[in-house]
């Protein structure tokens, strides 16, 4: 079990400036665009946006699952990111809403003929978390284990638990 050493966080101020923000923002509108073409291509009928839009952020980001828990006290979530290594993992954490950023670069080998070559391919993977209630920034926690991104993020004000 690693911890990610590479977590920003960050309890007020513009994310804009981000570069991984900034990244995201710019997948977003391919997203965007995307789930316009998908529109377009069921004959503009109404009812299937969601869908649409679904389906373009799996084909432009490549969004792995997220797995969630919420008790009275923190969020719980697990992504799996078997690819990467600790290094690899950015995390950027706010009030409300939790980024994670993995990239690394893999290495394709191919074989022809004559020859043997490889090639290097970056790899991006974005998970944009929204939360429905604050969290402690300065308390949130990640660990890769075993291929999995656990973080776990303390409310800002736990639920109170009636009797």
């Known amino acids: 079990m690693a911890h990610i050493s590479n977590i920003d966080k960050v309890e007020s101020g513009d994310l804009t400036a981000k570069p991984v923000y900034e990244d995201l923002q710019r997948r977003l509108e391919m997203v ?8 377009e291509a069921r ?7 969601v869908e649409d839009w679904l389906k373009a952020e799996q084909e432009v980001l490549g969004w792995p699952p997220l797995e969630t828990r919420e008790t009275d006290r923190e969020f719980q979530f697990r992504v799996p990111l078997d690819d990467y290594d600790v290094n ?34 970056a790899r991006d993977l974005y998970r ?15 660990m890769l284990d075993t291929g999995t991104l656990r973080i776990t993020a303390p409310k800002a004000r736990p639920s109170k638990v009636h009797s």
């Open 32 to 39: 965007r665009k995307r789930a316009f073409e998908l529109y």
């Open 43 to 49: 004959g503009r009928e109404p009812g299937g946006e």
């Open 88 to 121: 690899e993992v950015e995390i950027i954490v706010t009030p409300s809403e939790i980024i994670v950023h993995a990239k690394t670069k893999a290495e394709q080998m191919t074989e022809d003929s004559d020859s043997v070559s490889a090639a290097f391919a």
């Open 128 to 142: 944009r978390i929204e939360l429905p209630e604050l969290i402690k920034v300065d308390k949130t926690k990640a």
